[in-house]
């Protein structure tokens, strides 16, 4: 095993983690502000997908095509709040489930019937295309390094949107006591509406750029939203700060555990078995870690509770 | 007996009268479909101890349904391989016999129920949700790598199993035996929640700090009524490969957690007819819109909606009024 290989799987694990965050932070924030589960957020990662293939194959810009992922998961995200969610705050979880698990229904089948069961396909764009070499002479996509440093970039951001703006200090006022900042005038319901839409937007972005590295089909969205549960669980739920470090604790365990794996066992096993045994292992050691950080803290690493 | 009685009676009969009338009209397929309600039916009961009785928002019961489709066709599958099932410590054969296979569908579900179950209680609320959710998924991902048993590809069955005294190959005999199995789960379940357990359970579920008060321990309550609940969505998994003759890792996939769910959510939640109201709708709605459309579940999909924002008790509750005394 090369130490070569170990960084790029290492970055590998870091782009697949920051991806991840940008799904995970819309969940906890909607969460944290509105108390709500919401299991159609893969929807809005796969709207946000779909919507960028459509405009670059039209257009031939992937640059267009990222554009109209952000304003068509934003909208997709305000129109669904102000049609569905918004009667869902004050239901309990059970509601919400079956409510968002209807619109996974809808919004799959929906667009199964707009773009057909054929997966599109989404070309990285030629700026971005190819390798660059790093110091240490590693060969690595720039594409997958642009990623890193967006997801970094936008998660700067968000930091700085909640902790440092006007629009920051009132959802974190609303995540306190949302019938106290209403009673000091404050429209919570536009509020909402926008913190939703926003989550939807970060969904929406990370659907189209992972779109470029894998195919663009129906239910693209369910294995990321599930994942981004196991980093919401084990960052907290309501914390950007949890989010961040679930998701990239998380990108890094599946990957590198899916390469160190079954290396790990081929040293005193037969090579077939220890890939098979390997590999195996290697698809649950997310869920061993989510486990095992609910043992020691039952609410998350940055969790309140 | 109120409205709901009524209603359950209704709902049985029906389940019973529907394949019979399509026996004799020589309607096989409609026949199949019964069983089909009536077995989801059974997940559906399991869910509902859970979900109802112990208000336990369990998303990954597809983990139980689909382990006790597993535990069959690990049962089963030596026997038309002509191999023993294990060779170690003790040579053991497979079995074709239904009443062992459902025996260790139960056990295996309820193992399983009490792993995920002891972890997962340690949360409460959306954690659990999510929890139930991603213990799911990961049995859901290791039934996919590991190749011992099919991998993806799932095992088939080509004989379906036997009970004694039955020919399991009719359909109306195997409907009947499925019927008779749900009657069963829905009878314990029903003395169930009158028992003391059933009532300690729903203080647990109610008021978890006036429950310890009173000398109960609200997690070993809950603890107990989600392995109850998983022994019997494991029996219902167990049943469900059997009608297939095919066990694949789909039965375990998160969407197959949310159809269980749903079956409860439509027929009412702790409402005992709920799952077998709910199971039977579904299917029913499977059945036509499938018909109509390719993209029936868009229009399933919108169902729900309306079902969850504007008709809330689901099925029963809307015919039967009146909210169960609870909360």
Redesign the interface.
Do not use: C, K, Q, T
């Given at each position: 095993m090369s130490v070569m290989l170990l960084i790029e799987q290492a970055l590998n694990g870091l782009q697949y983690g920051v991806m991840l965050f940008l799904m995970a932070a819309g969940l906890t924030l909607v969460?944290g502000v509105m108390g709500l589960?919401n299991l159609a957020h893969g929807s809005l990662f796969m709207v946000g997908a779909f919507a960028c293939a459509a405009v670059a194959g039209a257009t031939g810009s992937f640059w267009l095509g990222l554009a109209a992922s952000l304003a068509a998961a934003a909208a997709a995200g305000a129109l669904v709040e102000l049609t569905?969610i918004r009667?869902l705050y004050a239901r309990d979880?059970?509601?919400q489930?079956?409510?968002t698990?209807?619109?996974?229904?809808?919004f799959?089948?929906?667009t199964?019937?707009l773009f057909g069961s054929f997966p599109l396909y989404l070309d990285i764009p030629d700026a971005l295309a190819g390798p660059v070499t790093l110091p240490g002479g590693i060969d690595y996509p720039l594409y997958r390094l642009v990623l890193i440093g967006i997801g970094l970039a936008i998660a700067g951001a968000l930091f700085w949107l909640i902790g440092r703006t006007r629009l920051g200090i009132r959802i974190r006022a609303g995540e306190a006591d949302r019938e106290m900042i209403a009673a000091l005038g404050v429209d919570i319901s536009k509020l909402y509406t926008i913190v939703f839409a926003l989550g939807a937007a970060l969904a929406g972005l990370a659907g189209a750029l992972v779109g470029a590295l894998q195919s663009v089909q129906v239910g693209m969205g369910?294995p990321v939203l599930?994942l981004a549960?196991?980093v919401?669980?084990i960052g907290g739920?309501g914390s950007i700060k949890g989010a961040l470090v679930g998701a990239i604790l998380v990108g890094l365990t599946d990957t590198l555990g899916r390469f160190l794996l079954p290396i790990l066992f081929s040293t005193f096993m037969e090579t077939s078995a220890a890939t098979?045994v390997g590999?195996?292992l290697?698809?649950?050691l997310i869920?061993?870690l989510?486990?095992g950080v609910?043992?020691v803290r039952?609410?998350?690493l940055y969790g309140r509770? | 007996m109120g409205r709901e009685g009524v209603l359950n009676w209704v709902v049985a009969l029906a389940l019973l009268a529907v394949p019979l009338a399509a026996h004799a009209l020589d309607e096989p397929f409609i026949v199949t479909l019964a069983t089909k309600v009536a077995i989801l039916a059974l997940a559906g009961v399991g869910l509902n101890i859970a979900l109802g009785l112990g208000g336990m928002v369990s998303l990954g019961h597809a983990a139980f349904f689909g382990i006790g489709g597993y535990a069959m066709a690990v049962l089963a599958a030596p026997v038309q391989a002509y191999e023993p099932l294990m060779t170690w410590p003790v040579e053991l054969p497979g079995t074709k016999s239904m009443p062992v296979i459902w025996l260790a569908a139960t056990l295996a579900g309820g193992l399983a129920a009490l792993a995920i179950g002891a972890l997962s209680l340690r949360t409460s609320g959306v954690y659990f949700i999510m929890i139930t959710l991603a213990f799911g998924q990961m049995l859901y991902y290791f039934a996919i790598s590991w190749p011992a048993y099919g991998g993806e590809d799932g095992i088939s069955i080509y004989v379906r199993n036997g009970f004694p005294g039955l020919n399991t190959l009719d359909p109306i005999q195997f409907c009947a035996l499925a019927y008779g199995v749900l009657m069963a789960a829905l009878l314990f379940s029903r003395m169930l929640a009158r028992s003391c357990f059933g009532l300690a359970l729903s203080g647990a579920r109610q008021n978890p700090a006036r429950s310890a008060a009173l000398g109960i321990r609200p997690y070993s309550v809950k603890l107990t009524a989600f392995v109850i609940s998983g022994a019997i969505t494991g029996l219902a998994g167990a049943l469900f490969a059997d009608l297939n003759r095919f066990v694949s890792p789909a039965m375990l996939s998160w969407q197959t957690s949310g159809e269980i769910m749903v079956f409860v959510i439509l027929g009412g939640v702790a409402r005992l007819f709920g799952p077998v109201a709910g199971a039977a709708l579904f299917i029913l709605l499977e059945h036509l819109l499938g018909g109509v459309s390719d993209y029936w579940k868009l229009f399933l999909g919108l169902a729900l909606l309306g079902i969850v924002l504007f008709a809330r008790g689901g099925l029963i509750g809307t015919l039967a009024g009146r909210e169960v005394a609870h909360d």
């Open positions: 969460f589960i569905v009667r979880h059970l509601d489930v079956l409510a698990f209807a619109l996974i229904l809808v799959s089948e929906g199964r019937w369910e599930i549960f196991v919401i669980v739920i098979s590999a195996a290697a698809s649950m869920y061993i989510m486990a609910l043992v039952p609410g998350g509770a | -």
